[in-house]
C-alpha cells in the first residue's frame, strides 16, 4: 500500500510563486513513477507533470510547461512541483500520484492523494 501526503497550497496573487511537495510512504514507493494532477472547480481533473522513478525523466502538460518544474528527492521519498508566474487558470485542488508502471505519459495512477488547494487571486 502506498499513502500520498501533499502539502504547500494556499493563496497568493497572481505572478507569484509557489512550491507543492508529496510525501509517499509504502514499499518500493521509490521506484515508482510519480504526478501532479490538479481538478479546477467544475471541471475534469487534468495532468499536470510527471518524474520518473528515478528523477532524470519528466513531462509537462503544455499549459504549465515553462512555467511549472517537477523535481524528486527519492532519499526522502518526496516530489516537489514548483509553481511560478500563477495566474488565475491555476486555481485548482493539487493532487500527488504514484504508479509503479515506467511510462511518463501514461495518465492512469494507482495511488492518489487528498490534495491541497491552490488559489490565485488576480
Known amino acids: 500500500q502506498v499513502q500520498l501526503v501533499e502539502s504547500g497550497g494556499g493563496l497568493v496573487q497572481a505572478g507569484e510563486s509557489l512550491r507543492l511537495s508529496c510525501v509517499a510512504s509504502?514499499?518500493?514507493?521509490?521506484?515508482?513513477?510519480m504526478g501532479w494532477f490538479r481538478q479546477a472547480p467544475g471541471k475534469k481533473r487534468e495532468f499536470v507533470s510527471a518524474?520518473?522513478?528515478?528523477?532524470?525523466?519528466?513531462h509537462y502538460a503544455d499549459s504549465v510547461k515553462g512555467r511549472f518544474t517537477i523535481s524528486r528527492d527519492r532519499a526522502k521519498n518526496t516530489i516537489f512541483l514548483q509553481m511560478n508566474t500563477l495566474s488565475a487558470e491555476d486555481t485548482a485542488v493539487y493532487y500527488c500520484?504514484?504508479?509503479?508502471?515506467?511510462?511518463?505519459?501514461?495518465?492512469?495512477?494507482?495511488?492518489w492523494g487528498q490534495g491541497t488547494r491552490v488559489t490565485v487571486s488576480s
Open positions: 509504502g514499499r518500493t514507493v521509490s521506484t515508482y513513477r
Open positions: 518524474i520518473s522513478w528515478g528523477g532524470t525523466s519528466t
Open positions: 500520484a504514484a504508479d509503479r508502471r515506467p511510462i511518463l505519459t501514461l495518465v492512469s495512477y494507482d495511488y
